[in-house]
């Protein structure tokens, strides 16, 4: 048995267990699209509302070491910290629409900017309030950041955040099973040429716009805490680079973008 034939015995294996005996081959990408964008939506909500009930029960507003975000100064750090998220977030997307669609339009493009903007600012707001930058900075420093005690238990801190990792973990395999079935690194913008070297150039640069824009404002956030960017911190930016940069390709072989892009 060859190696195409090893793949192809994979496939069907992998076809059988998700869409059930008897699927139609033509239709299992379609369907395989379907459940991620479904899978992968399911990650989200459920992140967010995590944060959202952990921001809800902590309101932690440590910035810092004996510093609090209501202060003036703090407060003026924490919202152009937000704005250069969404910035940050959003621009990647842009730059996706703009060279994968074709058909795009200036209403697009700041639709797309909007959403995304909103979406990454608001996230940077429930890492705030949710306690996460305080535990975080607070283990990059020698000196406890802590100046006002979080009011979610310790016990069901632990329990919350060990259930959601197991539970999100499963999600992100099962969605990796979708984007190994879909393997959709089909970009006709990409492909003009014909040269395969245009469509590795142009992915891995998106790539890594992708990955900067979600990971270096990290570095920000890390500095209006601890006044100051160590090591650690630029280790820890580095896994998120990595991170968003493995992500990057999940969301384009599962088929994501080709939809959301009309690659």
């Known amino acids: 048995m060859n190696n195409q034939a090893i793949i192809d015995v994979i496939d069907n294996k992998f076809n ?9 081959q ?4 379609n369907m395989a699209i ?10 989200k909500i459920f992140g967010l509302l995590f944060m959202l009930i952990a921001a809800i029960v902590n309101r932690d507003t440590n910035f810092g070491a004996e510093a609090d975000i209501t202060q003036t100064k703090n407060m003026i750090k924490f919202v152009i910290e937000t704005i250069v998220f969404g910035i940050a977030g959003a621009l990647p997307f842009v730059y996706m629409e ?18 995304g903007f909103l979406f990454m600012a608001g996230i940077n707001v429930l890492l705030q309030f949710s306690g996460f930058y305080t535990m975080t900075f607070g283990e990059l420093e020698d000196h ?6 979080m009011k979610m238990l310790n016990g069901l801190k632990h329990t919350f955040i060990g259930t959601t990792g197991l539970m999100i973990l499963g999600i992100i395999i099962y969605l990796i099973v979708c984007a190994f079935l879909v393997r959709d690194f089909d970009i006709p913008a990409y492909q003009t040429s014909g ?8 992915f891995v ?15 920000l956030a890390a500095h209006n ?10 280790f820890e930016t580095g896994l998120l680079f990595g991170k968003f940069a493995a992500l990057h390709v999940i969301l384009q072989a599962s088929g994501f973008y080709g939809h959301i892009f009309k690659s």
């Open 225 to 234: 805490r601890t006044n100051h960017i160590n090591k650690h911190a630029y």
């Open 195 to 202: 040269n395969s070297f245009e469509f590795i150039a142009k």
């Open 205 to 219: 640069l998106e790539l890594v716009i992708f990955a900067a824009g979600s990971s270096i404002p990290y570095l």
């Open 98 to 115: 703009y060279m994968r669609n074709p058909n795009h339009t200036d209403e697009s493009l700041v639709n797309i900017f909007t959403l």
């Open 144 to 149: 406890n950041t802590i100046t006002h005690p």
């Open 34 to 43: 379907d459940r991620f964008d479904t899978g992968f939506m399911g990650v």
């Open 26 to 29: 033509s239709m299992s990408r």
């Open 16 to 24: 059988n267990l998700l869409f059930g005996d008897g699927y139609d």
